[in-house]
């Protein structure tokens, strides 16, 4: 299809591994926006990558949280010795521009548990 | 103070209401509001955006005060298929969500 695609849709690890998390954004959308959401809670913003400036990385929790974004396309989030508080669901967004009114599309998530 | 402050809710109401709740901004700089949609285990929806002379789709109308810093929709005539979870969004740069209102329609 033609959306954002992400991958895996359900995740469970055992405490203290890593995981990668992938986003394939809609072709041709320069904004690409990570999000985490646990049960019951609003969306926590993570990071944001646009076009070929330097990614805000101000809502990353902890060094644990890192993402690249290869060729202005796909996107991978990595979390590194996962912890318990790290089971959520984590969204990955994208946007043809940062202009007004520009309409972000979601994926429809990663659910991450970690036991 | 968070960026994107909501009505918490819930708003439990029956078929045919009104309903209407808020949501306030910190960045009074602030151009680009939105209403995006949340089904429950669904990622967020585009719903519409916020107008600065406010803005009706249908039974949605979303208004934008500059002043007090708020933006607000209310949803006319209520259907059970509106029952969801209504998300502020602030785009500065970067989208801003509030937590969210939880709104119930009921039969």
């Known amino acids: 299809g033609a959306g954002v695609s992400q991958s895996p849709s359900n995740k469970v690890t055992e405490k203290g591994k890593d995981v990668e998390l992938r986003c394939d954004p809609i072709?041709?959308?320069?904004?690409l926006y990570w999000y985490r959401q646990s049960l019951g809670q609003g969306l926590e913003f993570l990071i944001y990558?646009?076009?070929?400036?330097?990614?805000?990385k101000s809502g990353l929790p902890s060094d644990r949280f890192s993402a690249e974004r290869t060729g202005g396309s796909v996107s991978t989030l990595t979390i590194q010795r996962t912890q318990q508080e790290d089971s959520a669901v984590y969204l990955c967004a994208s946007s043809l521009l940062r202009s007004f009114n520009t309409e972000a599309f979601f994926g429809q998530g990663t659910r991450l548990t970690v036991v | 103070r968070k960026e994107v402050e909501q009505d918490p809710g819930p708003f439990n109401v029956p078929e045919g209401a009104t309903v209407a709740f808020n949501c306030t901004y910190s960045?009074?700089?602030?151009?680009?509001f939105f209403w995006y949609r949340q089904d429950c285990r669904k990622e967020p929806k585009l719903l519409m955006s916020?107008?600065?002379s406010g803005n009706e789709d249908g039974r949605f109308t979303a208004q934008l005060n500059r002043a007090s810093q708020y933006i607000s929709l209310l949803i006319r005539d209520s259907k059970l298929s509106d029952s969801a979870t209504y998300l502020c969004?602030?785009?500065?740069?970067?989208?801003?969500f509030g937590a969210g209102t939880t709104v119930t329609v009921r039969a």
């Open positions: 960045n009074s700089a602030s151009q680009s």
């Open positions: 072709s041709g959308h320069t904004a």
């Open positions: 990558f646009q076009g070929n400036s330097a990614p805000d």
């Open positions: 969004v602030v785009n500065d740069y970067k989208l801003s």
């Open positions: 916020v107008y600065s």
